[in-house]
């Protein structure tokens, strides 16, 4: 088995502050992705990588970057900070070609002062 | 509007009962997963179909490509069933995977 971990695990910004998020994984998948979760608004896609060095933007990828610097680690930066924003963002994992069974880390939890 | 409508929103189940969740796809999608949040707020994937049905334990999934929805049947449920459950699916697009907005489910002692 393998696992996907997320640091940090909370995440506590000031408006208008560069935050990023890291994520690791040892399935030795080959696309990741990361999501944002709201409250009752389901899971949303912000980017998502097919391979290293690969970079695709999803449904909700303005105000992020993200860099997929080795096969293994996929990280993601809220360029800036928005005053009272609070969301969980999830990274995920699934090997190409075979489905797209997703693997999820547990999380980091932002939250904006 | 949503692609992938899920429902109900929320669910109250006695233990030992069942029954299903479903999802709706306003276009033709490649594959479902189901996943269950756990207390830890991790993820699990619980199946994953590209057509026809699978059976783990008390959960059973369905997926209708053609008809576009999938649903999920909970039989004898416990305690433990308790929290949030998401349908995801796999649009033409083969990375790009749209999620419901979940249902709550809670199990009555």
């Known amino acids: 088995g393998g696992i996907i971990t997320q640091t940090p695990k909370f995440l506590i910004g000031q408006e208008g502050q560069k935050l990023t998020l890291k994520c690791q994984q040892n399935?030795?998948?080959?696309?990741m992705y990361w999501y944002r979760q709201d409250s009752g608004k389901g899971l949303r896609l912000i980017y998502y990588?097919?391979?290293?060095?690969?970079?695709q933007k999803g449904d909700l990828s303005e105000g992020y970057d993200a860099s997929r610097e080795k096969k293994s680690s996929f990280s993601l930066t809220v360029t800036s900070a928005q005053k009272n924003e609070m969301a969980v963002f999830l990274c995920?994992?699934?090997?190409?070609?075979?489905?797209?069974?997703?693997?999820f880390g547990a999380g980091t939890r932002l939250s904006v002062l | 509007g949503d692609q992938v409508e899920q429902s109900p929103s929320a669910l109250s189940l006695h233990e030992g009962t069942g029954s299903a969740l479903r999802c709706n796809f306003t276009?033709?999608?490649?594959?479902v997963q189901w996943f269950r949040k756990n207390s830890r707020g991790s993820l699990i994937n619980l199946f994953y179909l590209a057509s026809g049905t699978k059976e783990n334990g008390r959960l059973k999934s369905a997926f209708d490509s053609k008809e576009r929805y999938s649903t999920l049947h909970i039989r004898d449920a416990q305690l433990e069933d308790s929290g949030t459950y998401f349908c995801a699916a796999d649009d033409t697009n083969a990375y790009k995977v749209i999620f419901g907005k979940g249902t709550h489910l809670h199990v009555l002692p």
């Open positions: 399935f030795n998948h080959d696309t």
């Open positions: 995920a994992s699934s090997i190409r070609g075979r489905g797209n069974t997703l693997y």
């Open positions: 990588s097919i391979t290293e060095n690969d970079l």
């Open positions: 276009t033709t999608m490649r594959a």
